[in-house]
């Protein structure tokens, strides 16, 4: 049980194996309008809790430069799928081994601090990603061109819309090529011209063919579009893997 991230290797065919896969979360069996009323709970020993599988014994494994859409309705598990292999969770059972460095395109802007400039704000996520500074003094200027923020690196982050803070998160995570892309409903984010940008610099990295890309959205024409093949988790449950044609007219047909 655990995560493993190794270097990237040439002479490995996986930059990613999920084996086994269970996220397990204890939710109180019944709610509790405040803490007085919990620790009362807790004391007595009336606190009871019922485990919820997030994920539920899921295995799939993703070749170095394959792109892999996951799929499935709200709350099926695809976001804790991809917080488990980026190492944001840690699974309760079965283990993960990631090669190579990750981008993680997960909730843009977490990690941020609203009292800090946009340009203070650039060291912190930068570091929060394993950038060193003279890393990001180097790529500054890029960064500032992708978000265009030539005008407002000193603007405390409270003052600016979720979609310039969304820029920002994704011009840091995708300055330089990473060997793993984690792309979690990023292009939902911002004007459809931020989304376009953003789609580009993606198609990018797929097309220089050295990239490991996992892809979840609600569009099921981008995911199309993008991905060679897909998975299906639905209610924690694997329903399917295979070529995304086959999966995703599978996936629709259960709206029919």
Not at 58 to 82: C, D, P
């Amino acid at each position: 049980m655990g995560y493993y991230s190794l270097p990237a290797s040439p002479d490995e065919d996986y930059a990613i194996e999920v084996n086994d896969v269970s996220m397990i979360f204890n939710m109180a069996s019944e709610v509790l309008t405040n803490l007085k009323e919990y620790f009362i709970k807790a004391m007595k020993h009336e606190l009871f809790f019922k485990e919820f599988r997030a994920l539920n014994h899921i295995s799939f494994k993703v070749k170095r430069g394959e792109i892999v859409g996951l799929v499935g309705t709200n709350g099926s598990g695809k976001s804790t799928m991809l917080k488990c292999i980026a190492g944001v969770l840690d699974p309760s059972e079965g283990d993960i081994t990631v090669r190579g460095n990750i981008a993680p395109l997960i909730e843009l802007g977490a990690g941020f601090d609203a009292e800090l400039t946009a340009l203070e704000n650039i060291y912190l996520n930068g570091a929060l990603l394993g950038y060193s500074h003279d890393f990001i003094d180097e790529h500054l200027q890029d960064i500032v061109d992708f978000a265009e923020l030539q005008d407002f690196l000193e603007m405390p982050l409270k003052n600016y819309s979720s979609g310039m803070v969304a820029r920002i998160a994704f011009a840091i995570a995708t300055v330089t090529e990473p060997d793993l892309l984690i792309v979690d409903e990023t292009l939902s984010v911002g004007d459809v011209f931020f989304q376009e940008k953003c789609l580009n610099r993606i198609r990018s990295f797929i097309d220089s063919g050295k990239v490991t890309v996992l892809f979840v959205s609600h569009s099921m024409e981008q995911v199309a579009e993008i991905c060679d093949r897909c998975v299906w988790i639905e209610k924690g449950q694997q329903r399917m893997d295979g070529p995304s044609k086959e999966v995703l007219e599978a996936y629709g047909n259960q709206f029919k």
